[in-house]
């Protein structure tokens, strides 16, 4: 009557690029200030180079050892601050697009199929496409007023 399928494990993956250790420090203590002013949670600061993809494990892990092959770390530079409504992109900075940030971002989007990456590092959750480079982020659910109040901080300390 009835057909068994087996069902298959998927969970959500992002890939995320790691700043220098100098970078992260002076990112952390921002965010340490971002968030006893304005709270969220705290996590490490990122580059997302590609966004959350539904997968298996084992896809996952494939896909990313497939993406690193050839990849080196690039250089990348603060363009401006910005704000968003999308929940995990209320108060971000955006990164340059040079050649070295769009290419390795393509590079690993096409390993894994995905379509419209956006990079950044991630500073707190803070309310807050095609190709938008980031280096912060803040997450929480905000008031447009509050998301201007929190780029104009991120712009005095940045």
Not at 4 to 26: F, G, I, M, N, Q
Not at 79 to 87: E, I, K, L, Q
Not at 130 to 143: A, E, P, V, W
Request: some cysteine.
């Amino acid at each position: 009557m009835g057909t068994s399928e087996a069902v298959v494990k998927k969970d959500v993956y992002s890939v995320w690029a790691l700043p220098p250790e100098d970078v992260t420090a002076r990112v952390k203590k921002l965010m340490e200030g971002l968030r006893s002013e304005f709270g969220g949670p705290q996590f490490e600061p990122h580059v997302t180079v590609v966004g959350a993809i539904s997968l298996t494990a084992d896809d996952a892990l494939a896909k990313f050892r497939s993406a690193c092959d050839g990849l080196k770390a690039y250089n990348a530079t603060v363009d401006r601050v910005a704000t968003g409504t999308f929940f995990y992109q209320c108060v971000f900075l955006l990164l340059h697009p040079t050649s070295e940030v769009v290419e390795a971002s393509a590079h690993c989007t096409d390993h894994f199929g995905y379509k419209n990456s956006t990079q950044m590092i991630r500073i707190m959750e803070y309310g807050v496409t095609k190709h938008k480079d980031n280096i912060l982020s803040c997450y929480k659910r905000s008031t447009e007023r509050g998301r201007k109040k929190t780029r104009n901080t991120v712009v005095q300390v940045c």
